[in-house]
T-cell receptor, first 115, second 114 residues
Framework: GQQLNQSPQSMFIQEGEDVSMNCTSS?????WLWYKQEPGEGPVLLIA?????ELTSNGRLTAQFGITRKDSFLNISASIPSDVGIYFC???????????????FGTGTRLTIIP | DAMVIQNPRYQVTQFGKPVTLSCSQT?????MYWYQQKSSQAPKLLFH???????NEADTPDNFQSRRPNTSFCFLDIRSPGLGDAAMYLC?????????????FGPGTRLTVL
């Protein structure tokens, strides 16, 4: 199935550094979502974006919905050890007939914090 | 707390032996999804229920079936598990009553096939 282009694929950073990752698509979405997944667990929703240009923060996390509706970025400021995990972006296109709102996932960004 | 619950968290089965994974939700969401996720990959949608309407993805093998007896519960049946079916299976729910609703995932069931 279709996947979004997510970069970088992996990041190795030191505690306290800022992190930036992004997703791009060839088609538009009207919702962008960012999930974090820790080993052995399901994805946890971090931020949901519903409007083109929207900038939303959740604690140290900030995400933006691109103006073209084809991209989004996620920033994490002052990283801490518990930020370790895989971050997935996901695009959602709402149809007029509710019930078919599938998520298109990015390929994931694996974040590792070097002690 | 309202949540998506999956049981068991870890399931071991033998090659060819049927297995059932379960998902329940207290969110009263009308859509329930089953995903398969293999190591370091994004979740792959297998099928979803919109209320009682079953929607199968075109590339989901016939080996995978699902049942939704009521709003709260949904089951994934793997009729004859193969080694390639070893994966994390994720259940998710959404409300789809408003365009701001989105999908919430359970903790997953890790399936091992011996």
């Amino acid at each position: 199935g279709q996947q979004l282009n997510q970069s970088p694929q992996s990041m190795f950073i030191q505690e306290g550094e800022d992190v930036s990752m992004n997703c791009t698509s060839s088609s538009i979405f009207n919702t962008w979502l960012w999930y974090k997944q820790e080993p052995g667990e399901g994805p946890v929703l971090l931020i949901a974006l519903y409007k083109a240009g929207e900038l939303t923060s959740n604690g140290r996390l900030t995400a933006q919905f691109g103006i073209t509706r084809k991209d989004s970025f996620l920033n994490i400021s002052a990283s801490i050890p518990s930020d370790v995990g895989i971050y997935f972006c996901a695009g959602q296109l709402w149809a007029s007939n509710f019930g078919n709102e599938k998520l298109t996932f990015g390929t994931g960004t694996r974040l590792t914090i070097i002690p | 707390d309202a949540m998506v619950i999956q049981n068991p968290r870890y399931q071991v089965t033998q090659f060819g032996k049927p297995v059932t994974l379960s998902c329940s939700q207290t969110l009263n969401h009308n859509v329930m999804y089953w995903y398969q996720q293999k190591s370091s990959q994004a979740p792959k949608l297998l099928f979803h229920y919109y209320d009682k309407d079953f929607n199968n993805e075109a590339d989901t093998p016939d080996n995978f079936q699902s049942r939704r007896p009521n709003t709260s519960f949904c089951f994934l049946d793997i009729r004859s598990p193969g080694l390639g079916d070893a994966a994390m299976y994720l259940c998710a729910t959404s409300s789809v009553r408003a365009s701001t609703d989105t999908q919430y995932f359970g903790p997953g069931t890790r399936l091992t096939v011996l």
